[in-house]
């Protein structure tokens, strides 16, 4: 499939390389580059031989700055209450991608880019990562995006992120703190670091990994407790055949993947 937004490529290691590609305009997305988003996720989800992705940015300034303001998206009608969010389009898990994927971060890093990131499973950056959330600057709020990064960054480093806006940047060394990023790295071993951990999981069996990943992602929604039932049932469906006898106690535990 032919992309104008967006890069696609698959190796044969079973990792698929997403890229953004509209470095000209701060690889910010506009209406195509959400549906061919949909459309490379959809190829990641449905494609047996991809099992993880590395979702990066093309060289410049910028891993994603948001929305495009200079050009037309339609996912905002006049009606309220069919009022959606660009993260339901552009995010792996509101594609039903449980495959991992790696985030590579470089350059600026703000607003709705969030919606990518938010959804990724490792985010790892370069040096020259700058992480913010304009929305106030210009007068808007900032919902969905400081939500779901909720679960990565503490409630206090958001706040300060959304309410100072364009007047503070977080830099890669705080990200890293915060536990935004894991891993910090120069910007020219910044993709090949990202392959390089997708080639690891890519080699291992890929329905525990996705199994791991979903159910990880649920418990996010869920109390301690019914968090933990909810895992027992990825135990079955993500293990080996006959890994539980009736009783719903192990008998061997498997010693080869």
């Known amino acids: 499939m032919q992309f104008e937004t967006i890069l696609f490529e698959q190796n044969d290691e079973g990792v698929a390389t997403i890229t953004l590609n509209r470095p000209h305009k701060l690889n910010a997305f506009n209406q195509l580059m959400i549906e061919e988003m949909a459309a490379a996720w959809k190829i990641v989800a449905e494609t047996p031989e991809i099992k993880a ?9 910028a891993f994603c700055v948001g929305v495009d303001i200079t050009d037309y998206i339609t996912l905002y009608p006049e009606e309220p209450f069919r009022e959606r969010s660009p993260a339901g389009m552009i995010g792996p898990k509101s594609n039903f991608v449980w495959k991992p994927v790696i985030a590579a971060i470089n ?11 938010n959804q990724a499973d490792i985010l790892i950056c370069s040096e020259d990562a700058e992480f913010f959330d304009p929305h106030l600057s210009f007068g808007l709020v900032p919902a969905c995006e400081p939500i779901g990064v909720s679960h990565r960054m503490p409630y206090g480093e958001i706040m300060r992120m959304i309410l100072l806006a364009n007047k503070e940047r977080i830099c890669a060394e705080t990200a890293h703190r915060i536990s935004l990023v894991t ?10 670091r990202a392959a390089e951990l997708a080639s690891i999981i890519a080699s291992r069996p890929t329905r525990p990994t996705q199994a791991a990943v979903q159910l990880m992602w649920e418990s996010l929604d869920l109390p301690y407790s019914a968090a933990v039932r909810n895992s027992y049932k990825f135990l079955q469906v993500g293990g080996p055949k006959n890994y539980w006898d009736r009783s719903g106690y192990t008998k061997e535990m498997p010693t080869t993947r």
């Open 183 to 192: 891993e910090v790295l120069p910007y020219e071993k910044l993709w090949d």
């Open 107 to 117: 350059g600026l890093c703000g607003g709705g880019a969030f919606y990518f990131i």
């Open 53 to 61: 992705a590395v979702l990066r940015a093309a060289p410049g300034k």
